[in-house]
């Protein structure tokens, strides 16, 4: 997106230098990468940037307004209420297409949102290791509103641990060890000093919580929430001392609750030239847009793209028996940026902010990107291409 960068980036490329980057990220954690890194970051222009940014704060101000709660509280389907939500979410990621607008300007397009943490721990690593191992200006930045990695981990801690004995908090899944972000999860760990615990090995005694290690119980006073209930449906028998509805004595970073609060549910209050038309589908009542083909179908509760209808049609549509729970969305149209050897490559960028407790607004602290070739974004739908992939951005100052 920024030519000349480009230019020295491929020119300065080979596979031999990726392949030492991938090792780097190996040696440092071994046998924890599952998922594709692409071979390039995204260099971001200041025009494109700022206007990422731009709708970025409006959507903030939907959300820290004075009725958001009230608005969203159908959002949290019945049975996944967690007690004690407190009064904004931890963090906030929001997902945009690269796109052109009519007249050939790079713009972007929301494509989805999420009041629930990503990869902090993993971007920063990749974005050191970027820096290592290729060309990348002193004068484009993947952190904001910190000079460096330390800094970086410190607003995340600060975040994540709070006053906290790091022992006391951990970071929680289902089966952390299988999950394909098992990487972050040890990033996480070491640069924040906390445990990463499965669901499965808590121990519940009335109001506490705790874990084990090396023989001793150690009790549990706060959670970075890294599991979603999406994720328990795929072990219909799983039992357990703790479920995540249990009302008991520890602080959420972030709380379930704003998994569901802060997603596609909030997308058709959102107004905005980077925002395409979303609404409920049981708005429509039966009566649907005429160019169909322009809109996708996504339902409310899924995660990284199960069940979402690229081309739905008005059958699709009439057959749904809890519309409520479903969104239709005007479809937008990936603008290939990222020159690779072979072609041009599109690009999804992720804004990841922290929200620390009792703060007005939630602040930006860094990026994530993803470059794809398939019909979709996502690692399930790029996985015999290169240059495609987990990267970050680099944005102009």
Request: charged share 20%; aromatic share 14%; proline share 7%.
């Amino acid at each position: 997106m920024v030519n000349d960068l480009r230019n020295a980036y491929n020119q300065a490329f080979s596979e031999a230098k990726y392949n030492d980057f991938l090792q780097s990220i190996n040696d440092d954690f071994p046998g924890q990468l599952d998922f594709r890194v692409a071979e390039t970051p995204v260099f971001v222009s200041k025009d494109l940037g700022d206007k990422i940014i731009e709708v970025c704060e409006a959507i903030i101000d939907v959300i820290t307004g004075p009725f958001f709660k009230e608005k969203t509280q159908n959002a949290i389907p019945a049975g996944q209420n967690v007690p004690n939500e407190n009064a904004h979410s931890s963090f906030l990621a929001i997902d945009f297409a690269v796109c052109q607008d009519q007249n050939g300007q790079l713009v972007p397009q929301l494509i989805e949102l999420q009041g629930f943490p990503s990869v902090f721990g993993f971007q920063s690593l990749i974005s050191e290791k970027y820096r290592e191992h290729f060309p990348v200006p002193s004068d484009y930045q993947n952190y904001f509103g910190v000079q460096n990695q330390a800094e970086y981990f410190d607003q995340l801690r600060a975040v994540v641990v709070g006053n906290e004995n790091p022992e006391n908090v951990i970071l929680l899944d289902i089966y952390p060890d299988q999950q394909k972000t098992r990487i972050d999860f040890a990033v996480t760990a070491h640069f924040l000093g906390i445990e990463t615990v499965c669901l499965t090995q808590i121990k519940k005694e009335g109001r506490a919580i705790f874990y084990e290690k090396d023989g001793r119980k150690i009790p549990i006073t706060r959670i970075y929430n890294r599991l979603i209930f999406d994720d328990l449906t795929n072990f219909p028998t799983l039992t357990t001392e703790f479920s995540l509805t249990d009302d008991v004595d520890v602080t959420w970073v972030g709380h379930p609750n704003w998994f569901f609060r802060i997603s596609k549910y909030t997308m058709p209050f959102l107004k905005h030239a980077y925002i395409p038309e979303a609404k409920f589908l049981s708005e429509y009542d039966g009566v649907f847009p005429e160019d169909l083909q322009n809109f996708v179908l996504k339902p409310l509760f899924s995660f990284a793209g199960s069940g979402v209808n690229l081309h739905p049609t008005p059958q699709d549509l009439l057959s749904i028996s809890d519309p409520e729970n479903f969104i239709l969305q005007r479809k937008v149209t990936y603008q290939p940026v990222v020159q690779a050897p072979d072609g041009l490559v599109k690009c999804e960028i992720r804004m990841l902010y922290v929200w620390p407790e009792g703060q007005p607004r939630p602040k930006l602290l860094t990026n994530l990107a993803r470059l794809s070739r398939g019909e979709m974004i996502g690692v399930r739908f790029n996985k015999d291409f290169t240059w495609v992939g987990g990267t970050t951005c680099f944005f102009e100052k």
